[in-house]
């Protein structure tokens, strides 16, 4: 229990520092701002990426531990999906309706980047209710947690 509370946290959290930093990247982009932010801008390009990464692949576990749990498999194959589609996404962005209305695919990116987070605490919520469910339903009627659940 204890694993899938800290796989989410590490998800959820490099999943924050992702969107700072591109929150960053996209106020370094303004004119007046650009001047004094301009190396910023640069180390942010360069960390941005591994830290998203780092949270699709925390998530990719959360998935693969909710599919091999009974009663939470669609959100573990969601979340498997999510995490192969979530790098994609974002690797290829730049390259996707560029010019005047580019903006509207940043905040694609920034809404797909909000759901990882969401889906990754829903499926550690529903992870931590499952078990507390089977464990209190093995204590009360005397039976398994298998039977509990069903």
């Given amino acids: ?24 990247f996209w106020i370094a982009q303004i004119s007046f701002i650009s001047t004094f932010m ?19 692949l925390f ?6 531990v909710a599919i091999f749990t009974r009663g939470i498999r669609l959100p573990g194959v969601g979340g498997v999906v999510y ?4 790098p994609a996404f974002g ?8 010019g005047n209305l580019h903006w509207l695919i940043q905040v694609a990116h920034l809404l797909v980047g909000v759901g990882a ?3 990754a605490r829903g499926i550690e919520r529903r992870y931590l209710r499952l078990r507390v469910s089977g464990s209190e339903g093995a204590t009360i009627s005397g039976a398994t947690a298998a039977q509990a659940v069903r």
């Fill in 1 to 24: 229990m204890k694993a899938v509370r800290i796989i989410s946290l590490i998800a959820r959290v490099a999943l924050m520092v992702a969107m700072v930093l591109g929150l960053l």
């Fill in 38 to 56: 301009s190396g910023v801008a640069q180390v942010i390009i360069g960390i941005h990426p591994w830290i998203g990464l780092t949270g699709a």
């Fill in 59 to 64: 998530l990719l576990v959360l998935g693969v």
């Fill in 83 to 86: 995490a192969a589609i979530m």
């Fill in 91 to 98: 690797l290829t962005q730049s390259l996707i309706l560029m």
């Fill in 117 to 119: 987070m969401y889906l």
